[in-house]
């Protein structure tokens, strides 16, 4: 283990050790049922705490989800306390509407911390989505822009340019049959790169081909809407 785990450890350990200090100084074993019934919530709760991490889902985007995650967690734990101090505080005996209080409180969170997941789940998928159709736009807006930088003559510059500002205005959201036309431009892009500097005549027509392919591609996409 880890020192980060170790510590991690320790301090998850804090809270179960200092209430059960507590909890069996003040009464020992001899506790009405109502009082062992808010006990063992009180536990689960934090266990419930301690395990969002794991449920939750990972991604990028996925913090302020994490965030909604948790204060659902932490407000069902924290819920769970006050009923437990205020039960054990006055030993009230009262098994019946204890036991369907808590009922009531963890089929509520249930619910909510369910929905919350898999709500995240979904916009998780979609972010994930969203980063793949987007990733052909980023490539070759990139590749196109360092080709640029590494052009000398001033009209190839200004083609490239232009070729750039016409991928940005691209249709990001992607489908298999323009697959025939990314592939093409890409494999022009790479093209371009080596005969910019070398054959200016070549890397215009290099871009031109280019600009053909984008537009076709563009062309499709727009069509399917």
Not at 105 to 128: G, R, V
Request: glycine share 2%; with cysteine; net charge positive.
């Amino acid at each position: 283990m880890t020192k980060k785990n170790v510590l991690t450890a320790i301090l998850d350990s804090v809270f179960v050790i200092a209430f059960n200090v507590l909890f069996f100084v003040n009464g020992g074993i001899h506790h009405v049922p109502s009082t062992w019934i808010c006990y063992g919530f009180l536990h689960f709760a934090y266990l419930m705490v301690l395990l969002t991490p794991i449920f939750e889902t990972k991604g990028k985007a996925a913090y302020l989800s994490k965030l909604t995650t948790y204060s659902i967690s932490f407000l069902y734990f924290f819920i769970e306390l006050a009923l437990a101090i205020a039960v054990f505080a006055k030993e009230m005996d009262k098994t019946k509407v204890i036991i369907s209080v808590q009922t009531i409180f963890t089929s509520l969170y249930f619910i909510l911390l369910l929905s919350n997941l898999l709500a995240n789940d979904s916009t998780a998928k979609k972010q994930e989505l969203h980063d793949i159709e987007n990733d052909f736009i980023k490539t070759i807006s990139t590749k196109s822009k360092f080709i640029e930088s590494i052009a000398t003559d001033s009209n190839i510059k200004n083609k490239i340019n232009n070729l750039y500002y016409s991928i940005h205005s691209s249709p990001t959201k992607t489908t298999s049959d323009v697959a025939i036309y990314e592939t093409k431009i890409c494999e022009l892009l790479d093209s371009l790169e080596s005969l910019v500097d070398n054959d200016k005549f070549a890397a215009l027509e290099k871009v031109r081909e280019i600009e053909q392919m984008l537009t076709k591609r563009n062309y499709m996409l727009r069509a399917r809407k």
